[in-house]
Every structure is written in C-alpha cells, then in structure tokens.
C-alpha cells in the first residue's frame, strides 16, 4: 500500500529535550517536506526537499532541522525543543514538484512542556 | 509569495443545505488544487484545477477555477455530515503555501 509514515503519532517531552520525528514514504517520490498545523494558521511549510540531499526552508523553519540521506527518509529533528513547537505536524511527499498530488503522513502530536 | 486567502473560516450548517468556499488570491495560479483533511487525519486531495473557466464535479462537489485563474470556488450540494472537515487550497508548484482552509461542520 502506497502510503507515507509518521512517527510517534503522539509525543509529550519537555523544553530542550532533543527529538526526531520520522517520517517515511513508500512511493519513490523526489519531493518530501514538512508542515506544521495550528489553529487559525493553516498548514504552514517548515521544510522541504527536492531530492536526496537536497534541502531547503520553508516559511517557519526557526527552531527545526532535517535532512535527505535517502529517498524514502526525511526526519524532522527539534533539536531543543520549546512550548512554542506545540502543533500538529504533517510529513507529505510528492512525485515531483510540479502539480502533483501531495500525500500526507496521518500526523504527529507534539506538546512541549 | 502568493498569498492564498480562504473564505469563510468556518461555516456550520444543517445536513441537506449547500455551500459554497472560497479561494482567492491576487496572484495567477497555472493551477490549484483542494483537499479535504478530517479530524486526526492528514489532508487529502480532492481535484486539481488547471484551466481558466474549468469547471470539475466529484459527486455533490463542484469545483470551479476562476477565467483569470487567480480565484476557486468549491460548491457541495445537499450537504452530508460526511463533509464535515477542512477545505484547504494549495497552488503546487514553488514553496508550497496553502489556504488557511475553511471549517466546514455539517449536522444532522
């Protein structure tokens, strides 16, 4: 089955405390990235990649790393995490970047305390 | 950046009404595209709009794509408690930015 993964789906941790959200996507596709949802704000990009190895910002990637070391992977890494990271956060892939469909991962609680 | 702006934010209505979101933008979109993301669930696409004028039906969901392509409408009629959710529109193509989305809550 065709589909992107997320990991935790749920996770609680406390401020500074360092974390990897992984995210995993079994269609070959170039392009990953990852958003972050908040209410009344929408689905705002943190980052994107284009290929393996490829990496680039998106509109809020203050506080957030990543990286491509193979297609299929693209973790997102809160390296000391704060109450403002609090969210809901989506991992999506498409085949390429150019109008086609993006799928997305079922979603990642975060709270940070 | 082209600025997506989705209207209403939340609309709320009784099983059996239509409705009507909206996405606007003072931009020119080559083309857009509306998901539809349900509580706990990532979003999922609805259709793709490409053509000035397009007009595209999935069931009771008609989409439209505006003739200067800077505009989309998505009008579901005969609303179901199945299409409660988040109406979000996306251009795909550049920095992906999407809508704000519309809160679409139908009750029975």
């Known amino acids: 089955e065709a589909q992107v993964t997320q990991n935790p789906r749920y996770l609680i941790t406390v401020t500074g405390k360092k974390l990897t959200v992984t995210c995993s996507q079994n269609?070959?596709?170039?392009?990953m990235s990852w958003y972050r949802q908040d209410p009344g704000l929408g689905l705002r990009q943190i980052y994107y990649s284009m290929n393996v190895e490829v990496t680039d910002k998106g509109d809020v990637p203050e506080g957030y790393k990543v990286s491509r070391k193979e297609k299929r992977n693209f973790p997102l890494i809160l390296e000391s995490p704060s109450p403002n990271q609090t969210s809901l956060y989506f991992c999506a892939s498409s085949s390429f970047l150019g109008g086609e469909t993006q799928y997305f991962g079922p979603g990642t609680r975060l709270l940070v305390l | 950046t082209q600025l997506l702006e989705q209207s209403p934010q939340f609309l709320s209505i009784q099983e059996g009404e239509n409705l009507t979101v909206y996405c606007n933008s003072s931009?020119?979109?080559?083309?857009l595209q509306w998901y539809r993301q349900e509580p706990g669930e990532g979003p999922v696409l609805l259709v793709t709009v490409v053509t000035g004028g397009e007009v595209k039906k999935l069931k009771r969901l008609t989409f439209q794509f505006g003739d200067a392509r800077k505009d989309s409408s998505l009008h579901i009629t005969a609303a179901q408690p199945g299409d409660t959710g988040l109406y979000l529109c996306?251009?795909?193509?550049?920095?992906?930015?999407f809508g704000a989305g519309t809160q679409v809550v139908v009750t029975p």
């Open positions: 996306l251009h795909p193509r550049g920095k992906l930015q």
């Open positions: 269609m070959n596709h170039e392009y």
């Open positions: 931009s020119v979109f080559s083309s």
